[in-house]
């Protein structure tokens, strides 16, 4: 039986990870494979590298891991990423740079499943609506003939779509959801870290049983206070003085590229 754990979205909460590697562990899940954004928000960039590392997890960059790294700029981010990435820049070690400078944009495991972070061919695109996976379904047919499931991150919500032919349906989510043989997947599963939910404080994952077809999505509590106090401390949350003038200094950088543009 071939079980892999599905992680994504981590975002330096050592806390979050640890829960879920200990539920994967109960579960007896021994490959692991992670969907990028390893880094950013929270205070433990570093330890959850290491985490990653000890246990040989196939992982691709997110774009985080690429902004954290100086290789993609602060233009797609919100005011609450930028700051966190700022920091996290300083912070880094040259070992955990050094592996997330080595992660592959995408992974295929054993041809039918590739793992990307945000869109087929862009690591910044949300894939929220069915159109945005129709759009996706093209692209992996394109890239990746033989593909079946798309494992994807970056909305940090767990979800399942489905496709038959160019139908897509947004699958119910179910504790565990079947695969049927004759459908393409796009299945996200979910966010580690939860320190960015209104929702819940879980951290999300999910365990595919290629075997049996079929996605098992978890929920588990991780010590959120502890996280949340880190990121304070260590200076991974944005002053709200400063929200406002990274704002302002947003909406002037757009008015003199319009105006630039309109020349
Ligand atoms: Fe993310
Ligand atoms: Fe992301």
Redesign the pocket.
């Known amino acids: 039986m071939a079980l892999y754990g599905l992680v994504a979205?981590i975002h330096g909460n050592r806390e979050a990870l640890a829960a879920a590697l200990a539920a994967l562990d109960r579960r007896n899940v021994r490959h692991l494979l992670c969907l990028?954004?390893i880094v950013g928000y929270n205070a433990d960039p570093d330890e959850c590298v290491a985490m990653l590392r000890e246990r040989a997890v196939l992982a691709i960059a997110?774009?985080?891991d690429l902004i954290g790294l100086g290789r993609l700029d602060f233009a797609r981010c919100s005011n609450k990423a930028m700051y966190s990435l700022k920091r996290t820049r300083r912070s880094l070690s040259a070992a955990a740079a050094d592996y997330l400078a080595e992660l592959p944009g995408y992974r295929v495991i054993g041809k039918r499943i590739v793992l990307v972070?945000?869109g087929v061919r862009d690591?910044?695109q949300y894939m929220v609506n069915e159109e945005h996976i129709r759009q996706n379904a093209g692209y992996l047919a394109a890239d990746f003939p033989e593909a079946r499931l798309c494992f994807f991150?970056?909305s940090h919500d767990q979800k399942v779509y489905e496709l038959r032919g160019e139908a897509v349906r947004d699958v119910p989510l179910l504790p565990c959801v079947p695969l049927l043989q004759d459908r393409v997947y796009f299945i996200n599963p979910g966010s580690v870290d939860a320190s960015r939910k209104r929702e819940h404080k879980l951290a999300e994952f999910a365990v595919l049983d290629s075997d049996a077809s079929q996605v098992e999505f978890w929920r588990v509590p991780y010590d959120c206070a502890a996280t949340e106090a880190k990121a304070a401390v260590f200076g991974y949350r944005i002053p709200p003085l400063v929200d406002r003038a990274y704002t302002v200094r947003k909406r002037l950088f757009r008015r003199i590229a319009r105006k630039a543009a309109a020349r």
């Open positions: 979205d990028g954004d997110g774009n985080h972070h945000g690591v910044e991150g970056h």
